[in-house]
């Protein structure tokens, strides 16, 4: 048994990692943020350019086709770095799903222009709420045309090519949409995490192609998002690390009564938490980061699990790295409200936990 | 990344299976599966009895000491190959328990500091299940602050003469040997006039008195010490060396403690599914995160057995096992009686449910969270090791032992 990660694949995460500090560093998410951009475009050609995040993206659809081991860890650079980058809509969510059930034709269509970073694509799925469920859907295609608004989208403004849940005769289907096709209207909306833009899109009578089989939509999003959920637990250990380094080195220097505080007990056991609940987080994302490269059965139970912990491990972190920061981890100039963001933005992209958790007992329960 | 056997590991699960199912004292099974936390107790048999039968017959063929070199009784197996055992050994390893601290602790200490005619001599029986041992460090007025130990032991000849008391000694009314730390000189600093020695637990002037526990039962001990003597080759490590000997002894503890600790968590789900509760949303929310550590719990310690296996060590980052196991316990307990309703007031096991499992977990669990290392301990030693921030203030550290104030006693 080896549940790691092999030698090879960490010297691959050290490469990137190296990247990630030459090519973005805090400065760039701060421009994305304070420009109100939706990404930064030539971190963006750069990343496609080494084809990291299309890791897992066959070679015959113009990925890299390394594998899933070596996207989860990519994706932990990305979390670690803030990246503001599409890689959750784009990668994770929309490339799989076409991947998981897209014909040949779309596959050819789209995959090796999405590796490329040529296309940005996206998941448009919720339209209220609540975490998705069929009657919260009303957008509708009759004939072939798409009808609805969709919100919030995430990347929604940058994207080329969204695949949109919407309502059909058979139930609840997806759908391929150029976002560039008459019909389409799109604005940005102010985002939790700026540096993960969000928008409203409406559709009026928009052409569309149908995505998998009709009536399955819904089956689709959650097999997909129990893959994409492993990826974003990579993203959420590498940000929680990040926010916990933060915590200890501003532990360190920060005196207070004579002595720095990371001497007071209070803190060094608020930080020694954060460390538990991380390391627990990450252990349960190796696990699904072997399920989702094996395609193993426990993939289900082993992607609830690990977006569980990860979601409470960056929320612990990051809250509490502002809370050792005092007064300076509430001003906007000080970075710890971006991974406070950030963890929100992974806590809510893929569905919340109340959903995730009735997953998790779902999934145990039939493994039983 | 793989959960798979190497052909080796394979092989060697195979022998094991086989042995186990040819040896393993099998009309124990039903008893051992429903055996609570706490204390063993078996209906039909002899507890204490069972346990030392099945030692002694892995003894036998080399597995009652998996990691052991062979001549001190061990059967020189690998890391990877130790865990593989415990998977197949199961329920049965329930009956090692009153050989946990001598293999864990006190074995790893002898086999360190002692001469190689005493460890071949004590070892095999310790493995065999022959000999128990106890560890005797905790005082009244000295528990996570292990160095403030008073037990006196003074030099006369070729002997040591002790007096003292030590206190939650696990498992020594049962014990032959007893790892002992005491203080040899208190003029000087608290870690540096330290001095570790075993001990013969039938020497006169020892006196055990059991405690009677939170949990109603009775595994921990006062032992007092009454002028006994201790042979000078009963030593171990130089005179004032005893610090650095019991941190052998504490970094073998907190590993083996470390492993794999149960959680009452596969328990829980039985509960619900069998109280119907799998689809209630406020049991789900809970069910969900309690299921999230436990998991995360057991894949740590699978990353701890990846590094072992590749040669790496283990770190202090093991001290989260018994950290999360313990609260997680204590938690899932108070929840499940909360699902049982006024019936969870039963303790009675031939009446409670789920055979009153859930109250005795939640009447032992408190003890996971003190011994072997309080909570806060080993919040200490995560913040400190692990994350590099400042010790603690300690305004002890350079006074003369006999200058030190001290207060309340435990007891
Ligand atoms: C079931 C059980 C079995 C045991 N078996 C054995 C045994 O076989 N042999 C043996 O020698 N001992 C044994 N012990 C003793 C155990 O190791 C001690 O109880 C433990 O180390 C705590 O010491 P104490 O009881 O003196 O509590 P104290 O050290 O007095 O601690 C009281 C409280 O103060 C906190 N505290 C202490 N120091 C600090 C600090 N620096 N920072 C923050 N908080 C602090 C503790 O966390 C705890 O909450 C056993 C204990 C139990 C419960």
Redesign the interface.
């Given at each position: 048994m080896q549940l790691d990660f092999s030698e090879e694949q960490r010297a691959l995460q050290a490469d990137v990692r190296r990247f990630f500090e030459r090519a973005c560093p805090i400065s760039t998410v701060r421009k994305v943020i304070d420009s109100g951009d939706s990404h930064d475009p030539v971190l963006w050609k750069q990343v496609s350019e080494q084809g990291f995040l299309a890791a897992a993206i066959p070679e015959a659809f113009g990925g890299a086709g390394a594998g899933y081991l070596e996207l989860c860890l990519v994706a932990e650079e990305v979390g670690r770095a803030l990246a503001p980058l599409p890689a959750v809509s784009s990668l994770y969510q929309a490339a799989e799903l076409i991947l998981m059930t897209g014909s040949d034709a779309q596959k050819r269509t789209w995959l090796p222009r999405i590796a490329s970073g040529d296309v940005i694509a996206t998941v448009a799925v919720a339209e209220a709420a609540g975490n998705v469920a069929a009657d919260l859907i009303s957008a509708q295609v009759s004939g072939g045309k798409l009808t609805g608004r969709k919100w919030p989208v995430s990347d929604g403004l940058v994207a080329d090519l969204a695949i949109v849940a919407a309502r059909c005769d058979q139930g609840i289907s997806l759908y391929l949409v150029d976002l560039a096709s008459a019909g389409v209207s799109r604005r940005a909306v102010k985002s939790i995490d700026p540096s993960r833009p969000q928008a409203e899109i409406l559709f009026d009578g928009v052409a569309v192609e149908l995505l998998g089989a009709a009536g399955e939509g819904l089956g689709l999003i959650d097999a997909v998002r129990d893959r994409a959920a492993i990826l974003v637990a990579f993203e959420q250990i590498g940000g929680a690390q990040a926010a916990l380094d933060m915590a200890r080195d501003y532990a360190l220097g920060r005196y207070a009564f004579g002595r720095p505080i990371g001497g007071f007990q209070a803190i060094k056991h608020m930080l020694a938490d954060m460390y538990v609940s991380l390391e627990l987080a990450r252990s349960n994302s190796y696990y699904g980061a072997w399920a989702l490269a094996t395609n193993a059965p426990q993939l289900p139970l082993a992607a609830a699990t690990a977006r569980v912990s990860a979601i409470e491990a960056y929320k612990l972190c990051s809250s509490n790295n502002i809370q050792t920061h005092g007064g300076m981890g509430f001003t906007w100039e000080f970075d710890c409200h971006l991974h406070y963001r950030r963890a929100r933005y992974l806590a809510s992209v893929l569905g919340t936990s109340p959903l995730w958790e009735r997953k998790l007992v779902a999934a145990y329960r039939s493994a039983a | 990344?793989?959960?798979?056997?190497t052909p080796e590991?394979a092989a060697f699960r195979a022998r094991a299976r086989a042995w186990i199912a040819d040896n393993a004292p099998h009309a124990l099974k039903p008893e051992l599966e429903v055996a609570g936390f706490g204390h063993l107790h078996l209906q039909s048999t002899d507890a204490l009895a069972a346990s030392k039968a099945w030692q002694k017959k892995k003894a036998g063929a080399g597995w009652a000491a998996p990691r052991w070199p062979k001549i001190y009784g061990g059967g020189e197996v690998s890391p990877?190959e130790q865990v593989i055992w415990g998977q197949e050994e199961g329920v049965y390893a329930k009956l090692a328990g009153p050989f946990v601290i001598g293999l864990g602790m006190c074995g790893p200490t002898v086999m360190h500091w002692a001469s190689e005619e005493q460890k071949r001599s004590l070892l095999p029986r310790l493995a065999a299940g022959e000999d128990i041992w106890c560890q005797l460090f905790s005082e009244p007025v000295a528990g996570s602050d292990l160095a403030g130990i008073r037990t006196r032991a003074e030099r006369d000849g070729d002997e040591w003469v002790i007096n003292g008391q030590k206190i939650w000694t696990s498992g020594a009314l049962d014990a032959d040997w007893g790892l002992l730390i005491t203080r040899t000189d208190p003029g000087v600093a608290k870690h540096r006039g330290l001095t570790m020695f075993f001990l013969d637990m039938k020497s006169p002037g020892v006196e055990v008195r059991p405690i009677r526990q939170m949990n109603q039962e009775s595994s921990f001990n006062e032992v007092y010490f009454t002028d006994v003597r201790i042979p000078d080759a009963q030593r171990l490590g130089a005179v004032g060396e005893g610090w650095s000997v019991a941190l052998t002894t504490l970094m073998n503890e907190r590993q083996s403690i470390g492993g794999s600790m149960p959680t009452g968590v596969p328990e829980l789900?039985d509960l619900c599914?069998d109280m119907d509760l799998?689809d209630d949303?406020a049991v789900?929310?809970r069910?969900?995160?309690f299921?999230?550590?436990s998991?995360?719990?057991?894949?740590?310690a699978?990353?701890s057995?990846?590094?072992l296996?590749?040669g790496e060590q283990p770190g202090p980052?093991n001290s989260?096992g018994k950290?999360?196991a313990g609260s997680l316990m204590q938690e899932v307990a108070q929840f499940a009686l909360d699902l049982e309703g006024e019936a969870g007031l039963v303790e009675d096991p031939l009446l409670a449910v789920h055979q009153g499992r859930f109250q005795a977990m939640l009447l032992r669990s408190p003890a996971t969270r003190i011994e072997g290392g309080s909570d806060?301990i080993?919040?200490?030693i995560?913040?400190?090791r692990?994350?590099?921030?400042?010790?603690?203030?300690r305004v002890d550290k350079d006074l003369p032992f006999k200058e030190i104030p001290s207060g309340a006693a435990a007891r």
């Open positions: - | 990344m793989n959960f798979d056997d590991e990877i789900f599914r799998l949303g789900i929310a069910l969900a995160k299921a999230a550590r998991s995360g719990l057991r894949y740590t699978f990353r057995i990846s590094a296996s590749r980052e989260i950290l999360v806060e080993l919040r200490n995560i913040a400190e692990v994350l590099g921030l400042p010790a603690d203030i």
